[in-house]
């Protein structure tokens, strides 16, 4: 007699608070599936800018083994891309976000503008993904304390320093972010923290960032990754983002074995496959 097919965890809206505790129970990390839907992200910008062609990169990153998928309409990047309007955003999200949903796995909301996330969990996404961590739009906290949704807190800086310590910078980053969680009435079991591979630092100092991750273990809150196709990976061995998944996979194992309960990635089944290998492995040591 074939074991029932484990249900998938609750997919959104306010059953999505249940979503965190399924993902963050299993041996290995869960895996958050990128989707751009954006004409200028660093890595993949356009690849899935049409309705359809989101949908179909979404069905295959769930068929992939993708835990969440992390929908954005905005570049985050530093340098190079155009900033938009909370209109233009939605514009991107509105023809394809519920069908998206709809496919039952949890869909996180990419975004620095609580307008947006406010429209996008109201469609069904389960998670705030803010790369602000809270402390760029004043509304955010407030919105996602309402909402009961749980919310990724990144770090960030306007521009890198090379001579701070970064893990100074982030652990004081996230004593702000949690004070502004706490007084908007956000549960600490809604917080999850991510260092911001790549965000205000250098290529050093996300290297840093990872080795030492280990360290914001002491926040006793979950950690996120993000290393996928990251710029600092050319720093060893040059390479375009398209090049990197050697050192995206070498980045994400070791963020695993510091830590990491959640890794955001593009190349969803061959970091799916490296991490329950890893995880199977190190339980036999
Ligand atoms: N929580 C979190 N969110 C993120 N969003 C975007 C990017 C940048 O990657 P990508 O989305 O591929 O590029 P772009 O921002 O240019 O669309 N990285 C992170 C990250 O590391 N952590």
Do not use: C
């Amino acid at each position: 007699m074939m074991a029932a097919k484990p249900k998938p965890p609750a997919a959104s809206g306010p059953a999505g608070q249940s979503v965190l505790p399924a993902l963050l129970s299993r041996p290995y990390p869960a895996v958050m599936g990128v989707l751009n839907l954006t004409p200028d992200s660093f890595s993949d910008g356009g690849q899935f800018a049409t309705p359809e062609r989101a949908l179909a990169q979404a069905r295959r990153m769930i068929a992939e083994g993708a835990d969440i998928i992390d929908i954005g309409a905005e570049s985050t990047r530093p340098y190079g891309s155009e900033p938009i309007s909370a209109e233009e955003e939605l514009k991107r999200l509105q023809p394809v976000l519920s069908d998206i949903v709809a496919l039952g796995v949890p869909v996180s909301i990419d975004s620095m503008k609580s307008a947006v996330v406010a429209w996008a969990l109201g469609q069904g996404a389960a998670i705030a993904n803010d790369v602000w961590g809270l402390q760029r739009d004043s509304g955010m906290s407030g919105l996602v304390a309402e909402r009961g949704a749980p919310v990724i807190v990144m770090h960030n800086r306007e521009r890198a320093d090379p001579a701070i310590d970064i893990m100074q910078d982030i652990a004081a980053f996230f004593a702000r972010s949690l004070d502004i969680a706490a007084k908007a009435g956000i549960s600490s079991d809604k917080v999850v923290l991510d260092p911001g591979i790549g965000f205000g630092k250098t290529p050093e100092q996300s290297m840093t960032a990872l080795a030492r991750l280990g360290e914001l273990q002491s926040l006793g809150l979950p950690i996120l990754v993000g290393a996928s196709r990251k710029r600092f990976i050319s720093t060893v061995t040059p390479s375009e983002p398209h090049q990197r998944l050697g050192g995206s996979i070498a980045a994400h194992l070791l963020a695993a074995q510091n830590g990491a309960r959640i890794i955001r990635a593009h190349d969803v089944a061959e970091t799916v496959q490296a991490l329950r290998v890893a995880a199977a492995i190190r339980e036999r040591q």
